[in-house]
């Protein structure tokens, strides 16, 4: 067990259910906004799993911050660690500010918003057309800057996996365990490929 304030070399099983998770739910809702003639009642159910989304990133912000943080982020604070940071934190603000949008937006146009059948009351209350057409389209940008974020996040997981070796990307797959020495003591080194990814 992993001493209190004390670097983790792999994130917890319930950390990783929450991220792989988070991902599915993510694709099904741009899936669904991108072609909503695929399923039968798709708007309907891009609100709730929008919905679901939120409700699982306060949970998951909750539990990380009682959590310890895997070793790699306790290393020499680099232009590069600054911007993983960022965008660590630009997705937490994105997947709870766009639902957050979507909810206020549903309050301006004075329509209810349905959560799997079940009304939700309004975020906020109102009639106003511009600042409605500005939600969404504010919803709408944010939700594709997230998804480059994805893509920049994905391409940074598979360039420690393929070309530093290290274990950065499978201290967050099911199933996977990390060594006791922490990967990132030795992915973020000036250790060759080799010696980074070596068990």
């Given at each position: 067990?992993?001493?209190?304030?004390?670097?983790?070399?792999?994130?917890?099983?319930?950390?990783?259910?929450?991220?792989?998770?988070t991902?599915?739910?993510?694709?099904?809702?741009?899936?669904?906004?991108?072609?909503?003639?695929?399923?039968?009642?798709?708007?309907?159910?891009?609100?709730?799993?929008?919905?679901?989304?939120?409700?699982?990133?306060?949970?998951?912000?909750?539990?990380?911050?009682?959590?310890?943080?895997?070793?790699?982020?306790?290393?020499?604070?680099?232009?590069?660690?600054?911007?993983?940071?960022?965008?660590?934190q630009?997705?937490?603000?994105?997947?709870?500010a766009i639902?957050?949008?979507?909810?206020?937006?549903?309050?301006?146009?004075?329509?209810?918003?349905?959560?799997?059948?079940?009304?939700?009351?309004?975020?906020?209350?109102?009639?106003?057309?511009?600042?409605?057409?500005?939600?969404?389209?504010?919803?709408?940008?944010?939700?594709?800057?997230?998804?480059?974020?994805?893509?920049?996040?994905?391409?940074?997981?598979l360039?420690?996996?393929?070309?530093r070796?290290?274990?950065?990307?499978?201290?967050?797959?099911?199933?996977?365990?990390?060594?006791?020495?922490?990967?990132?003591?030795?992915?973020?080194?000036?250790?060759?490929?080799?010696?980074?990814?070596?068990?």
């Open positions: 067990m992993t001493e209190p304030h004390q670097p983790a070399a792999s994130y917890d099983g319930l950390s990783k259910a929450f991220h792989w998770t991902l599915v739910l993510v694709l099904a809702v741009f899936v669904i906004a991108l072609a909503p003639g695929l399923i039968e009642g798709s708007l309907a159910l891009h609100k709730s799993l929008g919905m679901l989304l939120l409700a699982m990133m306060v949970a998951r912000l909750i539990w990380r911050l009682t959590q310890i943080t895997p070793s790699w982020i306790f290393g020499p604070k680099s232009i590069k660690q600054i911007a993983i940071f960022a965008v660590h630009g997705f937490y603000g994105m997947f709870i639902p957050l949008l979507g909810w206020a937006y549903l309050g301006y146009k004075g329509q209810e918003l349905q959560v799997f059948g079940v009304a939700l009351p309004p975020l906020i209350i109102g009639s106003d057309r511009d600042t409605a057409a500005f939600l969404i389209g504010l919803k709408k940008y944010l939700a594709y800057l997230m998804l480059a974020l994805i893509g920049l996040h994905a391409m940074g997981a360039f420690h996996h393929y070309v070796r290290d274990s950065v990307l499978r201290s967050m797959l099911p199933r996977c365990t990390v060594g006791d020495t922490a990967p990132a003591e030795r992915g973020f080194t000036d250790s060759s490929p080799r010696e980074a990814g070596a068990d």
